[in-house]
């Protein structure tokens, strides 16, 4: 029992917030990309790559160089900008790795701010295209600045033991007989950082920027807490696939992800029309 709610947790803790640096390998986006660095807010320097926009629009695929790479050559399709970013702590960016993304939300905002200053960027025409612990530091991160204007998460989940509480159909003694309690303490003294707040009282604060969160059925177990951010977000709403698994929506069902992602971002982004 011991094994269960402290050793393993406290292991997974471990592991999330010492894990060691995949090399960056160069990828196909369908358009040349430019490399980047830029600065975050608590003083890192992040490195990732940027395909310059045919639209005025910009979307941050996130999180890394790699996960997200079908994503962005979709995006780039279309004509949006693609800006990919190793966050803190992986690849080429500077700063302490956590694998849950507690602080992250920082890299989320520096990138915003970056695309803001770009001459090919119509600064109020920025998205994000997060998947997992990506689509869960966009989520905070548009909680946090009116500046990302859409965001598309796929595949969120719980990141401490307040999300785990936020689960829909928990009963009383699972709620709290769990091991999030030691991971969540054990993720604190490792990486030196607060939990995040849940996302259940993050996601309301988008509003009325749209919200598009996509879940997998058959995907893990945590992520039927998008059910809970949807009923919480007034302009959230939740598209449910019967499979594909984590963050595997666009290899299940390409045309119908296609369709329904760049439709989103055409519809949110939209050139402003002056009155």
């Given at each position: 029992?011991?094994?269960?709610?402290?050793?393993?947790?406290?292991?997974?803790?471990?592991i999330a917030t010492h894990r060691a640096r995949v090399p960056v390998e160069r990828a196909d986006l369908g358009r040349p990309q430019e490399a980047l660095t830029l600065m975050t807010g608590d003083g890192l320097r992040l490195s990732g790559w940027y395909v310059p926009?045919?639209?005025?629009?910009?979307?941050?695929?996130?999180?890394?160089?790699?996960?997200?790479?079908?994503?962005?050559?979709?995006?780039?399709?279309?004509?949006?900008?693609?800006?990919?970013?190793?966050?803190?702590?992986?690849?080429?960016?500077?700063?302490?790795?956590?694998?849950?993304?507690?602080?992250?939300?920082?890299?989320?905002?520096?990138?915003?701010?970056?695309?803001?200053?770009?001459?090919?960027?119509?600064?109020?025409?920025?998205?994000?295209?997060?998947?997992?612990?990506?689509?869960?530091?966009?989520?905070?991160?548009?909680?946090?600045?009116?500046?990302?204007?859409?965001?598309?998460?796929?595949?969120?989940?719980?990141?401490?033991?307040?999300?785990?509480?936020?689960?829909?159909?928990?009963?009383?003694?699972?709620?709290?007989?769990?091991?999030?309690?030691?991971?969540?303490?054990?993720?604190?003294?490792?990486?030196?950082?607060?939990?995040?707040?849940?996302?259940?009282?993050?996601?309301?604060?988008?509003?009325?920027?749209?919200?598009?969160?996509?879940?997998a059925l058959d995907g893990n177990e945590d992520e039927v807490l998008n059910r809970a951010y949807a009923a919480a977000g007034s302009s959230a709403r939740l598209w449910e696939l019967p499979g594909g698994g984590h963050t595997g929506a666009l290899s299940a069902m390409?045309?119908?992800?296609?369709?329904?992602?760049?439709?989103?971002?055409?519809?949110?982004?939209?050139?402003?029309?002056?009155?």
């Amino acid at each position: 029992m011991a094994a269960l709610y402290v050793v393993v947790p406290t292991g997974l803790a471990i592991i999330a917030t010492h894990r060691a640096r995949v090399p960056v390998e160069r990828a196909d986006l369908g358009r040349p990309q430019e490399a980047l660095t830029l600065m975050t807010g608590d003083g890192l320097r992040l490195s990732g790559w940027y395909v310059p926009s045919r639209n005025r629009a910009a979307i941050i695929a996130f999180p890394g160089r790699s996960g997200p790479v079908r994503h962005a050559r979709m995006l780039v399709r279309h004509d949006y900008g693609v800006l990919l970013l190793d966050r803190r702590g992986e690849g080429e960016s500077e700063g302490d790795a956590n694998a849950y993304g507690w602080g992250g939300e920082r890299d989320v905002r520096a990138a915003v701010a970056w695309l803001g200053r770009r001459p090919d960027i119509d600064r109020s025409r920025i998205g994000g295209l997060g998947l997992s612990v990506g689509g869960e530091m966009l989520l905070e991160a548009a909680a946090r600045t009116p500046d990302l204007r859409a965001v598309v998460s796929e595949g969120a989940g719980a990141r401490s033991l307040a999300e785990h509480l936020d689960t829909p159909g928990r009963g009383r003694v699972e709620r709290w007989l769990t091991p999030w309690v030691a991971q969540t303490a054990a993720l604190a003294v490792l990486g030196n950082a607060s939990p995040p707040d849940s996302l259940a009282e993050l996601v309301p604060q988008i509003a009325p920027r749209p919200v598009l969160l996509i879940r997998a059925l058959d995907g893990n177990e945590d992520e039927v807490l998008n059910r809970a951010y949807a009923a919480a977000g007034s302009s959230a709403r939740l598209w449910e696939l019967p499979g594909g698994g984590h963050t595997g929506a666009l290899s299940a069902m390409p045309r119908a992800y296609e369709r329904r992602v760049v439709g989103f971002f055409d519809a949110a982004l939209r050139p402003r029309v002056p009155r």
